[in-house]
């Protein structure tokens, strides 16, 4: 006669209320011997069979007609190796049984991930395919530490939670269970009966694969391979390179024509990659490919941080569209969103009946503006699954770069909050203290572990030291959007010509703070929607003005310090705002040469030109790079700069912002001799008016202070770029 567990305890098993199944179920030493007992709804009959041998051993008695099997094994003292014979109304099955495994997580990984120092925790959490004891199946590993049960449910099992329930790990909160036979390809999720004896069925935060929304399920793949990042990567990303990015939504690049269904990540490396390489584009910027619920959001609302979205294809795919991108000498970088989260049922959102990845105070965890939920920086095990995955998008799909979304409502505690409705730190200021050492904690990463990959903020305030390093007070990260910049010359560039003279500092203001930072230019997606208008509708004038103006403005961009970044469209300069539902409109460059043919040669010109010469790039962020020849002259709109590589080598850039021709404009240079035109945005091939210079020498005539200087013929609403040439 078997020792049978309690009842109660049978019946809360069969409940899901159990949270040690381990102590009933698997292989007991029991006084009359090794004692055998499953869990198998709807099984009629179950033997023992000895995984060596191959024999039957015992016929396991239905204790508990919902399906608890026991049996003692005759004459064995020892735990042995088994498998189970389960007969499922007529059908015969071997299986393994999960119960018969000890513990899965190694100490050193307990450490480190009650720490929240772990360096790779998804190498332990989540889904990993593993061989143990001789027996292939699937290691689940989930964080939920006040749950009261925690299974694993999926295509292996039914959805039934009453299969797997697995092992608490009390010490950390983890939950853990291998299930033999669970292989790649198969969906699952976890059931939890929450801290407040609720059913959830939540996705696991870990999981490396997702369903297609609106489906939600999580999928079992292995992690990819880690991806070496090659010597010209790191040179492309330094701060000495030429680094032009084009940002990208993948899902309305290009659209196909007959059902204006997504491009493939395949098709995308077709035709978007050499599309970038033959722009002369360096980088290229993807908008979040988290997995996300709502297109909407751009995927800017993630909830699969360790998933690339399904809608273009599987994770495979997508590594294979990077794989391409690298091949063609261009580095990705990918927008990364770890401050906020949005509430779906099935994702983070109160994850075992607690405020377990978010704030309990809606002051501190509720982000007014998008109504989302804001991370628990503090909570190490938040903060770990965070800096975790900045790594993995790193080192498993080479990815270059993150751009960090939002970084000012991370950093401050009031952000767009009014009195009141915020948490003031432990010193009673507004800085969020917890996020900003999770910042600086993962920029220091990835700067040890993955060397040669960089970060660059989205910060709109002015909080010293973002591209600072650490240990001098700083964030870490390497680059910063130029927020300022954009909007002071956007303010400038959609005024009247007839009063610009009135707002000319806005041009030349952020010379005042530029090295304060290292900035990136940024004309982004953020400019171009709701009701902001395109950037070509904001110029103003006529058409021909309007891209005049524009052509203008890009050469301003170009030659001015600071790494570029232009969002998909304005290279041929559309027209009307962005639709993350549709297409770009590329029939504008279609029927014959005309305006927008005329940008999309200038954008393309501007980057080769801007990577062939060193003075444009090398020294962005230093001031010897930098100084202007023309700043005052407001009443003719006109500015005149040089920049300058570490050889003394220069680049003479003017601006005229008038629609008016000025012939023999004088200014002084520093370098005499012979300079030639090397780009000037009025020429015919981008459908300007053709006022040229070609090949102009300086005169020993005192002009802005320098005793040489050139006159050049300045063409209407334009840039132009000069170099000096030998005699």
């Not at 505690?413 to 900003?436: H, K, M, T």
């Not at 999770?438 to 990959?453: I, K, M, P, Y």
Request: charge should be negative; glycine fraction near 8%; proline fraction near 5%.
């Amino acid at each position: 006669m078997s020792e049978l567990p309690d009842r109660d305890a049978i019946n809360a098993l069969f409940a899901g209320n159990y949270a040690d199944p381990f102590s009933l179920l698997g292989m007991h030493r029991t006084q009359q011997g090794l004692e055998v007992r499953a869990l198998l709804p709807e099984a009629l009959e179950v033997w023992v069979i000895e995984t060596s041998t191959g024999r039957k051993l015992a016929q396991l008695l239905c204790e508990d007609a919902r399906g608890f099997f026991s049996g003692v094994i005759p004459r064995r003292k020892n735990p042995f190796r088994y498998q189970l014979a389960v007969n499922w109304h007529g059908q015969q099955n071997l299986i393994d049984d999960a119960y018969r495994f000890g513990p899965l997580l190694q100490e050193m990984d307990l450490w480190l991930l009650a720490e929240g120092t772990h360096l790779r925790p998804y190498e332990t959490l989540g889904a990993h395919g593993d061989v143990i004891d001789g027996v292939f199946g699937t290691r689940f590993c989930v964080w939920a530490p006040n749950a009261r049960r925690v299974s694993v449910v999926g295509d292996f099992n039914f959805w039934d939670g009453r299969r797997h329930p697995m092992r608490l790990r009390q010490e950390l909160g983890i939950w853990e269970l291998f299930v033999p036979g669970a292989v790649n390809g198969q969906l699952y999720k976890y059931e939890i009966i929450d801290a407040n004896g609720e059913l959830r069925i939540k996705a696991d935060p870990y999981a490396f694969e997702a369903q297609m929304r609106p489906q939600t399920a999580s999928m079992i793949c292995g992690l990819p391979a880690p991806v070496e990042m090659k010597e010209e990567r790191k040179a492309a990303n330094a701060f000495d390179a030429p680094i032009s990015i084009y940002e990208v939504h993948l899902g309305s690049w290009r659209r196909h024509t007959d059902n204006n269904f997504w491009l493939s990540y395949k098709e995308l490396a077709e035709q978007l990659v050499p599309y970038v390489k033959e722009m002369g584009f360096t980088h290229i910027e993807l908008l979040p490919i988290n997995e996300h619920p709502f297109d909407g959001s751009w995927g800017y609302q993630p909830l699969g941080m360790y998933a690339p979205t399904r809608r273009f294809g599987t994770r495979d795919e997508f590594r294979a569209f990077i794989d391409a991108a690298h091949e063609a000498g261009l580095n990705v970088l990918l927008d990364w969103v770890p401050g906020h989260f949005p509430s779906d049922d099935f994702g983070l959102a109160k994850y075992d009946g607690t405020e377990l990845y978010e704030h309990s105070d809606p002051r501190e965890g509720f982000h007014q503006d998008w109504n989302t939920l804001i991370y628990n920086f503090g909570r190490r095990e938040v903060s770990n699954y965070l800096s975790g995955n900045a790594l993995y998008w790193t080192e498993r799909f080479g990815i270059d770069g993150l751009r960090v979304d939002a970084v000012a409502s991370m950093i401050y505690r009031d952000y767009s909050r009014s009195e009141g409705e915020w948490v003031p730190n432990q010193y009673g200021g507004r800085e969020n203290l917890e996020a900003i050492e999770f910042l600086r904690h993962t920029n220091r990463t990835l700067g040890t572990v993955a060397s040669g990959s960089v970060t660059m903020a989205e910060e709109s305030t002015d909080y010293p030291g973002v591209t600072r390093p650490t240990e001098d007070g700083g964030l870490g990260f390497w680059f910063k959007w130029n927020l300022g910049w954009m909007h002071d010359t956007l303010d400038y560039m959609k005024v009247d010509p007839i009063y610009r003279k009135h707002h000319h500092d806005l041009m030349s203001f952020g010379m005042m703070y530029n090295y304060t930072e290292n900035f990136v230019l940024p004309l982004s997606h953020d400019e171009v929607v709701h009701g902001k208008r395109s950037i070509l509708d904001r110029m103003p004038g006529d058409a021909w003005q309007k891209f005049a103006n524009l052509r203008a403005y890009y050469g301003w961009m170009w030659g001015f310090p600071g790494k570029k970044l232009l969002f998909m469209g304005n290279e041929f300069a559309q027209g009307r705002e962005w639709n993350h539902d549709v297409s770009l409109d590329w029939h504008l460059l279609e029927g014959g040469d005309n305006w927008h043919n005329g940008v999309h040669r200038l954008v393309r010109d501007l980057n080769h030109t801007y990577q062939y010469y060193t003075p444009l790039h090398q020294l962005d962020f230093d001031p010897a790079g930098f100084e202007w020849l023309v700043v005052n002259d407001a009443e003719h709109s006109v500015f005149a700069f040089v920049r300058r590589d570490r050889e003394g080598n220069e680049v003479i850039v003017v601006s005229n912002f008038t629609p008016v021709p000025r012939p023999g404009y004088r200014f002084g240079v520093n370098q005499p001799g012979y300079w030639r035109e090397v780009l000037n945005t009025d020429q015919h091939e981008y459908h300007g008016s053709d006022v040229r210079n070609n090949r102009v020498h300086t005169d020993e005539q005192e002009s802005h202070g320098r005793p040489q200087s050139l006159s050049l013929n300045l063409p209407p609403l334009a840039t132009v770029w000069l170099v000096r040439e030998a005699e």
